[in-house]
């Protein structure tokens, strides 16, 4: 557990110790419910006012046989008094509620890290699934942690004993006694939790009874084991005033768009078929509908988004979510949206690939797919949100942008986001930017492509209005009329035109942003979920006396004005990334700056010592 602890007090019979910050990892097979224990414990956290940093990490296949490392989940958390910036580079605490658990989180742990284990678990037949040649919790070589062996599964079937249940009923309550367990351990508040369980069981009043049962047994266990000598205590973070809730990436974005669009004044139509790590997204809007929100389960990616498109046309904002497989079908209708100069968002909640790839894990593999994959000269705004929080208000620029330039507009988030979770400061509707959507409805001197001085997006014009009769399609429009055309100056004017009104988006580009010293030793650039990473490498990186800035990009198509001056004020330009060097490659043609790629392709995200380590060596100190 981090440094910076204040001396221990008593809570009744156990002293308590006050730390500045801990990173816990929940571990076991998927169906032992640790995203469930991992959230409740979240959501304690944050309402015992803790900053935090969440990474879930799922197994990729749905049925893994129970016991292996292929079905093992996991949730960490870092909760805080300081400001958290990521999940924690290596958990201090780990429970594993299975061998398999144990030998797939194991390494992360720190020397001397706490370790909790369900000892029933480790029987002969899980040692074997796991590739355990001996008993790990008897073997000695666990000696360099410290050792908390728990019977939990013997101690929940012992609190469930009275209930008419199953054994199998019981046991799925056995991670309500670990989670009562680390409340009482690191000093939780547990009414959230009840109500939770409460809420959960409603309609299963002997499911509810089990789970508050267990849970209460874990907690009192706690107080009265002799193998716990103290408690934990982490103090309340600093935040600025306000309304807070817990909040994931795709939950954020969600509430994005809903609210964007309830700002703009129009419908949200969402097109779209179900697919790892975006389904949520679909899952959550269609409970929405109270909100002029209308949800679409396709039968395909190319349904979803041909749906999505057709509500644009038809007046709605289309909408239509994926990763990087769905990605691969929908550039077509992408490019007869460029083409037809609609506005649709397109949010691609990247994981790893290629084609099934990696479906539970993250990266940042899509950024030239999006930027250039598809045929013809099909220009689009792309951009990345960098917080589970900033999916929400790179959301709503999404959807500003689309209405404001009529165009296709990419927002590119990731599994890491996605799943990810911080406080979010609810905003104030009306603090949210104005972005009234304007139809065309005065037919005299309207022709389809006649375009705003300003922006050069067309008139958006909704079939059936009198006398706005147009045609638009895949095939070339003329100049304004949006008659088919073949003439070779024609489609060269409409191809730059098209262009134009793409790199004029960079006028509602904010400058780029700087945190740390205006010029310096090196300029560390992200853009997407590397941000917490970076940023908390580069202040450790400042405090030993380094003069290193970070610069993170959530517009990436266009990028900001003066964006190659500020990367000219610095001796290195590093630039970290989950892929092959993606944005390395655009930064070094539109620029023509010695950038250097450090890339990261595990299906994690970034460590905050490994960007430490890579900067030191690039600037030639100690590894």
């Known amino acids: 557990m981090s440094e910076g602890s204040s001396g221990a007090t008593s809570i009744g019979a156990k002293p308590v110790e006050t730390l500045d910050a801990v990173v816990i990892r929940f571990a076991g097979d998927s169906g032992d419910g640790m995203q469930l224990t991992g959230s409740e414990f979240t959501l304690s956290s944050v309402i015992a006012g803790n900053d935090i940093g969440t990474l879930p990490d799922f197994p990729a296949e749905i049925r893994a046989p129970t016991g292996t490392l292929a079905g093992v989940s996991g949730y960490q958390l870092n909760f805080s008094s300081r400001e958290v910036l990521t999940p924690g580079d290596a958990p201090e605490v780990l429970v594993a509620m299975n061998p398999a658990a144990l030998k797939a989180n ?47 599964s013997r101690l929940t079937t012992l609190a469930l004993a009275d209930l008419d249940l ?41 499911l509810q009874d089990a789970n508050r049962r267990a849970f209460n047994a874990g907690h009192a266990f706690g107080e009265t084991s002799e193998l716990f000598h103290q408690r934990y205590r982490v103090p309340p973070a600093a935040i600025a005033p306000g309304t807070y809730r817990n909040i994931t990436g795709n939950s954020a974005l969600c509430l994005g768009l809903v609210a964007a669009t309830r700002r703009a004044g129009l419908k949200l139509f969402l097109g779209s078929y179900p697919i790892t790590p975006a389904s949520d997204i679909l899952h959550e809007l269609a409970g929405l509908k109270a909100f002029d929100v209308v949800t679409f389960q396709a039968e395909d990616e190319i349904a979803g988004i041909g749906a999505a498109l057709g509500a644009s046309f038809a007046g709605a904002l289309g909408v239509s979510t994926t990763s990087g497989p769905g990605i691969d079908l929908k550039s077509e209708t992408i490019g ?40 013809g000269e099909a220009p689009v705004v792309v951009l990345a949100p960098s917080s589970p929080a900033d999916c929400f208000d790179m959301a709503v620029e999404a959807v500003r942008l689309a209405i404001k330039y009529m165009t296709p507009v990419f927002l590119l988030s990731d599994g890491y986001l996605a799943n990810g979770s911080e406080p979010w400061r609810i905003p104030v509707p009306q603090d949210l930017p104005d972005m009234p959507a304007r139809f065309r409805v005065d037919p005299e001197g309207f022709f389809p492509y006649l375009r705003d001085p300003q922006t050069l997006a067309r008139p958006w014009a909704i079939p059936g209005t009198p006398g706005l009769e147009h045609r638009l399609g895949g095939i070339e429009s003329e100049q304004p009329t949006g008659n088919i055309s073949y003439a070779p100056l024609n489609h060269e004017q409409m191809v730059r035109t098209r262009a134009r009104k793409i790199a004029l988006v960079a006028q509602d580009v904010p400058a780029p942003v700087v945190h740390g010293p205006e010029r310096g030793e090196c300029l560390i650039v992200g853009w997407g979920s590397t941000f917490g990473a970076i940023r908390a490498a580069t202040e450790a990186l400042s405090a030993r006396g380094r003069r290193v800035a970070h610069l993170h990009l959530r517009h990436l198509n266009p990028l900001p004005t003066g964006l190659g001056d500020v990367l000219r004020r610095y001796e290195r330009v590093l630039v970290p990334e989950m892929n092959m060097g993606q944005l390395v490659k655009l930064l070094r043609a539109e620029f023509l700056v010695d950038a250097v790629a450090y890339t990261k392709i595990q299906g994690r995200p970034f460590k905050v010592s490994e960007i430490e380590a890579r900067v030191e060596t690039l600037l030639g100190g100690n590894r």
């Open 106 to 152: 194991l390494e992360d742990l720190v020397t001397g890290g706490a370790l909790i284990v369900d000892i029933e678990a480790f029987n002969e037949q899980n040692l074997k699934k796991a590739g355990y040649p001996a008993n790990p919790l008897t073997d000695g070589s666990l000696s360099g942690y410290r050792l908390l062996p728990v019977d939990i």
């Open 166 to 206: 199953s054994n199998k009923q019981v046991l799925r309550c056995k991670n309500f006694f670990t989670l009562g367990l680390v409340c009482w351990l690191f000093d939780r508040p547990v009414d959230p939790v009840l109500r939770h369980i409460d809420e959960r069981f409603a309609k299963n009043l002997r």
């Open 336 to 375: 007869l949206a460029v083409k037809t100069e609609l506005p649709l968002v397109i949010c691609d909640i990247q994981r790893g690939g290629p084609s099934t790839g990696l479906p539970t894990k993250t990266e940042q593999s899509d950024l030239l797919a999006v930027l250039y994959g598809r045929h």
